[in-house]
């Protein structure tokens, strides 16, 4: 039983369409990245299922609940904003506390919970605070905190560590990622952040302009994209994209890799004989391979024939630009493999290599 069901969502702003039949399913305990870039509708989902906005069609199910038409205090989720908003005159431990004050808990109780919570996000030398004595990182924990004390069936967060530096924005990731698996409640993160998915998803949605592309686990995202868009949005860097054509060899097939004026330029990379790739024969197509899959080597007499236009190490391996022909592809190889200038032949391993249609941007293989 999913514990999140979206079922043919659809919403526009005027005459532009923000969610165009969005349909996604969420097991029970589930950590749901929504990923996409901005404007693609992430943050209009966010809020139709917490209730803020409504949706024009479809229904959106929490548990066994249609809760498309309640409003947003009736729909017990808990939403963490990217700004904290946190009430500037009251302390860290009134601003926890403050939904089990609306709720008229007691005082010996809500003090009893906000302490759990505050103890959870490891934030109780703070509660005497006020906000504007807090650092941005510690004021997100605050806001956590303050979902966490609802205590809801749902959490949704909305790109909560974008306000944060890079070494804040780490350090909360893997507090949010320990919190998942110490509560074990369903959460909804949005972000456009390919590494906070990663990290954090046990499910990713991929979104674009209101459609979505993929959902799958990371592994699946990242192996398996189903299209050119997840292809090039996921992974850094970006999956290598050459141009060419699907030709028979005496065994099997190759993709003779196009020079810029369309020519066959060097050597095919091989292809395993398939009904497939036969029928793509002659078709202008996208081969692709994620950059620690292809192999570059100065001694080999196949493959098609590169040069290195540029090294960037990073530490354990370098960042290798190819020039192909007037191609470039993008790879990453161990510290020192390959220097600038030299000349390489290219290897694509056949079965981690993809096939994609430039026109509708489909993988093909
Ligand atoms: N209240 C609104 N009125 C009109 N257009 C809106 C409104 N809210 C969002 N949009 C538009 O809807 C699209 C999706 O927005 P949003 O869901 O905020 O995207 P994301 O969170 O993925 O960046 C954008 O083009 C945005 O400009
Ligand atoms: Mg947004």
Same mark, same amino acid.
């Given at each position: 039983m999913a514990k999140l069901? $979206?079922?043919?969502?659809?919403?526009?702003?005027?005459?532009? @369409?923000?969610?165009?039949? /969005?349909?996604?399913?969420?097991?029970?305990?589930?950590?749901?990245?929504?990923?996409? @870039?901005?404007g693609c509708g992430k943050s209009t989902l966010l809020h139709a299922i917490a209730g803020l906005h409504p949706i024009d069609?479809?229904? $959106?199910?929490?548990g066994d609940n249609d809760v498309t038409q309640l409003a947003a205090r009736d729909r017990d989720v808990a939403m963490v904003f990217q700004s904290y908003a946190l009430y500037p005159t009251m302390t860290v431990a009134d601003n926890i506390g403050f939904p089990l004050k609306m709720?008229?808990?007691?005082? /010996?109780?809500?003090?009893?919970? &906000?302490?759990? &919570?505050?103890r959870l996000l490891q934030i109780e030398p703070l509660l005497?605070?006020? @906000?504007?004595?807090?650092?941005?990182?510690?004021?997100?924990?605050?806001? !956590?905190g303050r979902a966490l004390v609802r205590d809801p069936k749902l959490f949704l967060f909305d790109e909560p560590l974008s306000n944060l530096d890079a070494a804040l924005r780490t350090d909360l990731r893997a507090?949010?990622?320990?919190?998942?698996?110490?509560?074990?409640?369903?959460?909804?993160? /949005?972000?456009?952040?390919? !590494?906070?998915?990663?990290?954090?998803?046990?499910? !990713?949605?991929?979104?674009?302009k209101g459609v979505v592309q993929q959902a799958g686990t990371p592994a699946e995202?990242?192996?398996?994209? &189903?299209?050119?868009?997840?292809?090039?949005?996921?992974?850094?860097?970006?999956m290598t994209l050459l141009k060419g054509r699907i030709e028979p060899l005496t065994s099997g097939y190759g993709f003779r890799?196009?020079?810029?004026?369309?020519?066959?330029?060097?050597?095919?990379?091989?292809?395993?004989?398939?009904d497939v790739l036969r029928a793509l024969q002659g078709r202008e197509l996208l081969v692709g391979a994620r950059p620690e899959n292809v192999d570059v080597s100065a001694s080999s007499s196949a493959g098609p024939t590169a040069v290195v236009d540029l090294v960037e190490p990073t530490g354990p391996d370098d960042i290798v630009t190819l020039k192909i022909g007037s191609q470039t592809s993008i790879v990453r190889r161990p510290a020192g493999a390959v220097s600038?200038?030299?000349? /390489?032949?290219?290897?694509?391993?056949?079965?981690?290599?993809?096939?994609?249609? @430039?026109?509708?941007?489909?993988?093909?293989?």
């Open positions: 069901s $979206i079922q043919s969502a659809r919403k526009s702003y005027g005459e532009m @369409p923000v969610l165009q039949d /969005v349909s996604i399913d969420v097991d029970e305990g589930a950590f749901v990245v929504l990923l996409g @870039p901005s069609s479809g229904r $959106i199910l929490i709720r008229g808990t007691n005082k /010996v109780e809500a003090r009893r919970q &906000v302490d759990e &919570v505050a005497a605070r006020y @906000p504007r004595e807090l650092s941005g990182g510690q004021r997100q924990r605050v806001a !956590i507090e949010i990622k320990r919190l998942h698996q110490t509560i074990r409640r369903t959460m909804v993160y /949005v972000t456009h952040d390919q !590494i906070e998915a990663m990290t954090l998803a046990t499910k !990713i949605v991929i979104m674009s995202i990242y192996h398996e994209p &189903v299209n050119l868009f997840v292809a090039r949005f996921i992974g850094s860097p970006a890799i196009a020079n810029g004026d369309g020519d066959a330029l060097s050597d095919a990379i091989h292809l395993p004989n398939s600038q200038g030299q000349m /390489v032949r290219v290897h694509f391993p056949a079965d981690k290599v993809m096939l994609f249609d @430039p026109a509708s941007g489909q993988r093909l293989l």
